[in-house]
């Protein structure tokens, strides 16, 4: 069904015009000619997007969006006026308005501002529906490390034991620590963290505990620690083999006893709290370097639970990336972007030293600069740090990153060297301009249906094609399904 779009303006001859221009172009319209109309509209019938002038009499579009946004957070909004101003245009962003255009409006750049609002809305439900679908434990894996995760949370979760949950930094600790709360019975009540290696020793007692008025220099007021703050919930202490020995004989005592006092105070406190602790370091050795208390660590191992790094579960790479590059994609208002094989091979390749968190952190930046639709090998070799490990170069073959050249004639003259793009393209003589440019696009559609294993409407969409164009360009150029690139 065409999107519908609501059409605010007080003046009668613009609505009309606009209403025509957009239903033209494909779109159902609304019209109102009032902001109050505007919102009764919204507030009865679904509507896809919004057109609103600034200027009107019974109430200005700026507060009509500001209420639109209160009532449909989702809904986009675009604001047009015939007395705009930069200041107007700011405010209207940050009131949450997806674009500002000035009239008199040009239909071109009405039906872009348009068709972006709306594919960023789509790609906003798409990420939403893509975190349900990560599952009640909100982490993406499949590969055998992940399931005995997953395991292990569902049997630890409804229990009160402690766990302790080593990784190295970046694998996802918090996550699984979140997980073990959310499904536990005591999902309802709050989950508080504490990274140990972050608070001053000075001050640990105090985040963790709590402090009276006037305890100490700067205590201007009665302040609850971590652990009220976590009664009757969970407290994940993070990067616990940093705790101070002395902090760690107070914090053994607490969980030994249910009880703690206040820094400054004298009143004995009852805490009911779940702590469920993480570290980086080999907490055996560190009780073995007289640096982590032993009863302390028998205290909170229970239940161990270990996070592995990305090398030792590179089957769960693709799912990893495709996972990140639609929520970077989303977050950044791209276009959603496809990986080729060779660059999926490249990003499979790296050691990721930071783990899930260097992988996140390096497909976002891939999102923002690549400019797709398709990620080659190239994109992905100027994505990661210098110094990587990188896959062999692979064998040329046709749609493939780098095209075959043909080898030299034996008794051929000395050729003038060829102009290369820093890609690796290399312009070929024997073929006209049409040639190639039809070659790119017979090598980018083959890409994209192999990454959608033939779905034609999911490539034409990946493309920004309509289908029936899509299908006119595969005849064009001799395209089946069944051809694309394995």
């Known amino acids: 069904m065409p999107a519908a779009v609501l059409i605010v303006d007080d003046e009668k001859n613009i609505l009309l015009t606009l209403s025509q221009s957009l239903q033209l172009a494909g779109y159902r319209t609304e019209l109102a000619s ?26 200005d579009g700026l507060t009509v ?6 009532l449909k957070p989702d809904l986009p909004v675009i604001m047009m006026s015939g007395h705009g101003t930069i200041d107007t245009a700011v405010k209207a962003t940050q009131l949450g308005a997806r674009d500002f255009l000035e009239k008199p409006l040009a239909r071109d ?29 909100d982490m993406v894996g499949g590969g055998p490390a ?38 536990s019975k005591r999902k309802g009540g709050p989950f508080v963290k504490l990274n140990c290696a972050a608070v001053p ?19 201007v007021s ?31 005592r607490v969980l030994q006893e249910g009880e703690l006092e206040r820094v400054g105070g004298a009143e004995t406190l009852k805490v009911d709290v779940r702590v469920i602790a993480a570290t980086n370091k080999n907490l055996e050795k560190e009780i073995a370097a007289g640096r982590f208390r032993e009863d302390l660590y028998y205290r909170i191992n229970v239940v161990q639970i270990h996070s592995p790094p990305l090398r030792e579960r590179r089957e769960d790479l693709p799912d990893l990336i495709d996972t990140f590059l639609r929520e970077a994609c989303a977050k950044n208002g791209r ?34 600069l690549c400019e797709g639709p398709i990620v080659s090998r190239t994109d992905a070799l100027e994505l990661l740090p210098r110094g990587r490990p990188l896959p062999p170069m692979p064998e040329p073959t046709v749609g493939g990153d780098v095209p075959a050249a043909p080898p030299p004639a034996a008794t051929a003259p000395a050729a003038e060297p060829a102009l290369a793009s820093p890609g690796g393209w290399r312009p070929r003589v024997d073929q006209t301009f049409r040639e190639q440019v039809e070659d790119a696009e017979r090598e980018i559609i083959q890409r994209v249906l192999a990454h959608t294993h033939d779905n034609v409407t999911e490539a034409a969409r990946i493309l920004d094609l309509e289908r029936g164009h899509f299908y006119k360009k595969m005849k064009a150029l001799g395209l089946r399904r069944g051809q694309s690139e394995a």
């Open 34 to 59: 009032s902001g109050q109309v505007a919102l009764d509209v919204v507030s009865a019938r679904p509507v896809d997007a919004v057109l609103m002038d600034v200027k009107m009499p019974d109430m």
């Open 65 to 70: 969006l500001s209420k639109l946004t209160a």
């Open 109 to 137: 750049r009405l039906l872009v501002a348009l068709r972006n609002a709306l594919k960023h809305q789509a790609a906003m439900e798409e990420l939403q529906e893509l975190r349900a679908q990560l599952g009640r434990f």
């Open 146 to 183: 992940m399931q005995r995760i997953f395991s292990l949370i569902q049997r630890t979760a409804p229990s009160e034991g402690r766990v302790l949950i080593t990784g190295e930094n970046g694998t996802g600790k918090e996550l699984v620590a979140r997980a073990l709360h959310q499904n």
């Open 201 to 219: 020793h000075d001050l640990i007692e105090s985040e963790l505990f709590g402090h009276e008025k006037g305890a100490f220099t700067g205590a």
């Open 222 to 252: 009665v302040r609850r620690g971590k652990f009220e703050l976590a009664h009757e919930g969970t407290l994940f202490l993070d990067e616990i083999g940093d705790m101070p020995a002395a902090m760690q004989s107070k914090l053994l």
């Open 335 to 368: 276009r959603p972007l496809a990986l080729s094989p060779d660059a999926l091979a490249v990003m499979s390749a790296y050691d990721y030293p930071g783990n899930v968190r260097e992988l996140r952190n390096l497909v976002e930046r891939l999102a923002i």
